[in-house]
């Protein structure tokens, strides 16, 4: 065995051997599962929608079975009836128009954001990728995969939830191949404004970084609609923005998103290894993402539902001492725990005495430059229903 572990690609063992923080976060919930009766335990835990997929969406999908007869390969770029949705959307929603060969389809914005280290660092050099802390797992674990390093930026109230890129040392800047970033950023709720985008367009620009922009969030806005990175014209010549159907239509179980870029020459060699690679985005799926794209009402609706949850759940923790960070988008309230508490004490509380669960935010983040910014931070993901929002009051609130 060790000689075939052995014979692996040199980069997985740091991923395959990485700890698995959520174990304790997994047993707790088992747990809880098993302790109280069925369906008492609200869980705000996951950060998958519970809502169903839109009608529209699902009817689609069931036409395109018959119409398909799901025979024939889809197309691995993405089909002309999606693709066309796409440039649709994002002309409507940014105001910016993109051709064909600026756009690719993908499983998601997570397999789009694992794979894209590979193309942009040298596996036998010392570049390095930059990544926002807390930020997306496979950001990082794609970073590895390719030989290349992470380093760090930490999204905390001390940075003003906004990646530093000032304090970032000469040194690794220069070994930066690719900067990631996430807005509205998972797990705080921030957005970056079209001004903070701009400068981190600069900063690219200036430094011959690619900018690899996690965008899956976008639709889930309170207040104004958050700016994409293809809002600035410069980002031509340095960024790929990944969206997808998950969050938007609650479309997890589809695995459908596209990458996006005003520089076709950037994702020429994506989408050439992707036609070498997949088969693509099934064409059922594709049918109904593109009806999904087509429609603002739904996503308008959730907004909406997102909203109503917020307006509950905040002040109910507000008033156990709690201290949460208005959200400007994503579905998730980060919250800062009261003082005399740690993220999983006050986690394991929560669950064990009242039937709520949430997560650990020192889990969801990295210990980097000795600081962890999860500490003192739990995450609540706004799934549950409406119901469950308000017994979760009832339970918090009550004496
Ligand atoms: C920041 C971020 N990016 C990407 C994803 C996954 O997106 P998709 O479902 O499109 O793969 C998630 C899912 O939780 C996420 O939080």
Not at 82 to 96: H, L
Not at 346 to 352: I, K, Q, V
């Amino acid at each position: 065995m060790s000689r075939r572990l052995s014979r692996l690609n040199p980069n997985l063992p740091p991923i395959l051997t990485a700890p698995y923080p959520f174990d304790v976060v997994d047993s707790n919930k088992k747990r809880a599962l098993e302790e109280f009766p069925e369906g008492y335990v609200i869980d705000f835990g996951v950060g998958d929608p519970t809502d169903p997929v839109p009608e529209l969406v699902r009817r689609k999908m069931a036409g395109a079975v018959e119409e398909s007869k799901c025979s024939g390969y889809p197309s691995a770029l993405g089909g002309a009836g999606y693709i066309a949705a796409v440039r649709d959307f994002v002309e409507r929603r940014f105001g910016v128009g993109l051709e064909p060969d600026q756009l690719c389809a993908t499983y998601g914005a997570k397999y789009a954001s694992f794979h894209l280290p590979w193309y942009f660092c040298d596996p036998a050099g010392d570049d390095m990728c930059l990544i926002p802390n807390p930020g997306y797992p496979p950001y990082t674990d794609g970073t590895l995969l390719a030989g290349a390093e992470p380093y760090y930026l930490n999204i905390s109230e001390l940075s003003g939830f906004v990646p530093d890129l000032a304090g970032i040392p000469a040194d690794i800047v220069a070994r930066a191949r690719i900067l990631f970033v996430n807005s509205p950023h998972s797990p705080t709720g921030q957005v970056l404004s079209l001004d903070q985008l701009g400068e981190i367009v600069r900063f690219c620009l200036d430094n011959d970084i690619v900018l690899v922009s996690d965008e899956c969030y976008s639709e889930l806005f309170y207040g104004d609609p958050p700016p994409s990175v293809l809002e600035v014209p410069e980002s031509a010549d340095c960024a790929i923005v990944l969206n997808s159907l998950s969050k938007r239509s609650m479309m997890t179980s589809c695995a459908v998103g596209f990458m996006a870029s005003r520089n076709p020459d950037l994702l020429g060699p994506i989408r050439a290894i992707t036609r070498k690679s997949i088969q693509g985005v099934a064409h059922i799926i594709e049918a109904g993402a593109e009806a999904a794209l087509l429609d603002d009402a739904h996503p308008r609706e959730m907004r909406a539902v997102y909203q109503e949850r917020l307006d509950i759940l905040l002040p109910a923790l507000e008033s156990v001492g709690c201290v949460p960070v208005r959200p400007r988008g994503t579905f998730f309230l980060w919250v800062k725990v009261p003082e005399a508490d740690t993220p999983l004490g006050f986690s394991e509380t929560l669950l064990f005495e009242k039937g709520i669960n949430c997560v650990p935010g020192n889990l969801v983040s990295k210990e980097w430059q000795g600081e962890n910014p999860g500490d003192g931070f739990v995450r609540f993901a706004l799934v549950p229903d409406i119901e469950q929002v308000r017994e979760a009051r009832q339970r918090l609130t009550a004496e």
